[in-house]
């Protein structure tokens, strides 16, 4: 055993003998007296070695380099000037791999790369404070989905991630050589999450990563992302949204209870109490008011979401009720006005962070909604024969997982929120 409890944990034993396993974050060597600050996932302790009082060789252990994996037994003691007010007193240490190179990246953060240099080293940029709590929020806001999906009676589901042509009709996919025919990688699990709620599973939800085959180069998109969906059948474009309002405020109230990553990342977070909804037409009439004109049934830029936060002082609410001809085929008209659909986004600090609508599941309006783009409907008759059998009306979302970390620890570009992030040019590490 190299460890029998984690810094964090070890920190409340005072007076206890603990194993406690990481890295040598940074060295202070005195001659007869060695302080070095140990580092896990969980925290950073002080462990104090005096000289005559701890084994020569826990002493010569210690004081080798920074970022050494050591493995160090002692006692817990209370000390007023040392951080969190605690140390440890060793009794043994051991070297369990050592430095050889020169770090590329620094851990301590004291000396800063640029994003490039930091992603080529990711494995030394995780061990950095500030990056290692973007991916505990990003594990608790996950997690957190899954936790109030589960509670609202959701059932999970795992999609393929390998299809026989685009799963939402568009061309920008990555086509795999899959044995002897060519097959893409699923830009969304649409059509499976409506086929699973056509087959009687009624509400499912999944995390999975999608595949975009977009030749950007922005700061909010990647080519890999990792989404969190779900679709609930019997239900209407009003019922997905209260679903959606619901779980989001339930990961962010969960997010602010991490006061210790936040106040690396993000000390000002305030989780939202309320999701209010605004229809689209609305928001345009409100931008036009606000000297930012745009043509009803243009989709809204990047400048004009960011604007729209700032006139309603509103971090997160819901645009609904758009047009038509800037959503997807698939998405349920107005009843009596066919220019309107029943589809709606999710605005967090500016950005777009949720899509969704109430699905067609008449084949005749599918029909009728392709041949007005220009499409053929035979070319959808994949899509389409899943509801010929009888299909409830339904209603889904989707939620980009890096695009709400982004927003809630603070962070200027999405790369920073996945762990090893695919873009036009990036596929190492």
């Given at each position: 055993?190299?460890?029998?409890?984690?810094i964090?944990d070890?920190?409340?034993?005072?007076?206890?003998e603990?194993?406690?396993?990481?890295?040598?974050h940074?060295?202070?060597?005195?001659?007869?007296?060695?302080?070095?600050?140990?580092?896990?996932?969980?925290?950073?302790?002080?462990?104090?070695?005096k000289?005559?009082?701890?084994?020569?060789?826990?002493?010569?252990?210690?004081?080798?380099n920074k970022?050494d994996?050591?493995s160090?037994?002692?006692?817990?003691?209370?000390n007023k000037?040392?951080?969190?007010g605690?140390?440890?007193?060793p009794?043994k240490?051991?070297l369990?791999?050592?430095?050889?190179?020169?770090?590329?990246?620094?851990?301590?953060g004291?000396v800063?790369?640029?994003?490039?240099?930091?992603?080529?080293?990711r494995y030394?940029?995780?061990?950095?404070?500030?990056?290692?709590g973007?991916?505990?929020i990003?594990?608790?806001i996950?997690k957190?989905?899954?936790?109030?999906?589960?509670?609202?009676?959701?059932m999970?589901?795992?999609?393929?991630?390998?299809?026989?042509a685009?799963?939402?009709?568009?061309?920008?996919?990555?086509a795999?050589?899959?044995?002897?025919?060519?097959?893409?990688?699923?830009?969304?699990p649409?059509?499976?999450?409506?086929?699973a709620v056509?087959?009687?599973l009624?509400?499912v939800m999944?995390?999975m990563p999608?595949?975009?085959?977009e030749?950007?180069?922005?700061?909010?998109?990647?080519?890999?992302?990792?989404?969190?969906?779900i679709?609930?059948?019997?239900?209407d474009?009003?019922d997905?949204?209260?679903v959606?309002?619901?779980?989001t405020?339930?990961?962010?109230?969960?997010v602010?209870?991490?006061k210790?990553?936040?106040?690396l990342?993000?000390p000002?977070?305030v989780?939202?109490?309320?999701v209010?909804r605004?229809?689209?037409?609305?928001?345009?009439?409100?931008l036009?008011?606000n000297n930012?004109k745009?043509?009803?049934g243009?989709?809204f830029?990047?400048?004009?979401?960011?604007?729209?936060?700032?006139i309603?002082?509103?971090?997160?609410f819901l645009?609904?009720?758009?047009?038509?001809?800037?959503?997807?085929?698939y998405?349920?008209?107005?009843?009596?006005?066919?220019d309107?659909c029943?589809a709606?986004?999710?605005?967090?600090?500016?950005?777009?962070?949720?899509?969704g609508?109430q699905r067609?599941h008449?084949?005749e309006l599918?029909?009728?909604?392709?041949?007005?783009r220009?499409l053929n409907?035979?070319?959808?008759d994949?899509?389409?024969?899943?509801?010929?059998?009888?299909a409830?009306p339904?209603?889904g979302?989707s939620?980009?997982?890096?695009r709400?970390?982004m927003?809630?620890?603070n962070?200027e570009?999405i790369?920073?929120?996945m762990?090893?992030?695919?873009d036009?040019?990036?596929?190492?590490?």
């Amino acid at each position: 055993m190299f460890r029998t409890h984690y810094i964090k944990d070890a920190k409340g034993s005072v007076g206890k003998e603990v194993q406690v396993a990481g890295w040598v974050h940074e060295i202070r060597d005195l001659g007869k007296l060695i302080f070095i600050q140990l580092r896990d996932r969980t925290g950073i302790v002080q462990v104090t070695a005096k000289k005559g009082v701890v084994p020569d060789e826990v002493m010569t252990t210690l004081k080798r380099n920074k970022e050494d994996v050591v493995s160090v037994t002692g006692t817990v003691k209370e000390n007023k000037i040392a951080p969190d007010g605690v140390e440890i007193s060793p009794s043994k240490a051991e070297l369990l791999s050592f430095v050889g190179i020169k770090l590329p990246v620094d851990p301590t953060g004291l000396v800063p790369s640029d994003l490039d240099i930091r992603l080529n080293y990711r494995y030394l940029d995780l061990r950095k404070k500030d990056v290692t709590g973007v991916f505990s929020i990003k594990s608790e806001i996950a997690k957190s989905f899954r936790e109030r999906c589960t509670q609202l009676g959701f059932m999970e589901i795992h999609p393929t991630s390998i299809v026989a042509a685009a799963t939402e009709g568009g061309t920008e996919v990555f086509a795999v050589e899959y044995f002897e025919q060519k097959v893409f990688l699923a830009q969304s699990p649409q059509l499976y999450k409506q086929m699973a709620v056509v087959g009687g599973l009624d509400k499912v939800m999944m995390t999975m990563p999608v595949f975009r085959a977009e030749k950007h180069h922005t700061t909010t998109h990647l080519n890999e992302v990792i989404q969190m969906d779900i679709e609930m059948g019997f239900a209407d474009d009003n019922d997905a949204m209260g679903v959606l309002s619901d779980v989001t405020l339930h990961m962010l109230k969960n997010v602010e209870k991490m006061k210790d990553e936040l106040a690396l990342l993000n000390p000002e977070f305030v989780a939202p109490k309320e999701v209010p909804r605004h229809t689209y037409t609305e928001l345009v009439d409100l931008l036009g008011e606000n000297n930012m004109k745009m043509e009803w049934g243009e989709d809204f830029s990047k400048e004009a979401e960011k604007k729209l936060g700032e006139i309603l002082q509103e971090d997160l609410f819901l645009i609904y009720e758009w047009p038509t001809n800037v959503r997807a085929f698939y998405s349920m008209p107005k009843e009596g006005k066919e220019d309107v659909c029943k589809a709606f986004d999710l605005i967090y600090k500016g950005l777009e962070i949720s899509s969704g609508a109430q699905r067609i599941h008449i084949p005749e309006l599918l029909e009728k909604q392709l041949e007005k783009r220009g499409l053929n409907p035979r070319n959808f008759d994949f899509y389409i024969d899943a509801f010929r059998v009888g299909a409830p009306p339904h209603a889904g979302w989707s939620i980009g997982l890096e695009r709400l970390t982004m927003k809630v620890t603070n962070r200027e570009n999405i790369r920073e929120c996945m762990l090893f992030p695919r873009d036009r040019t990036r596929v190492h590490p």
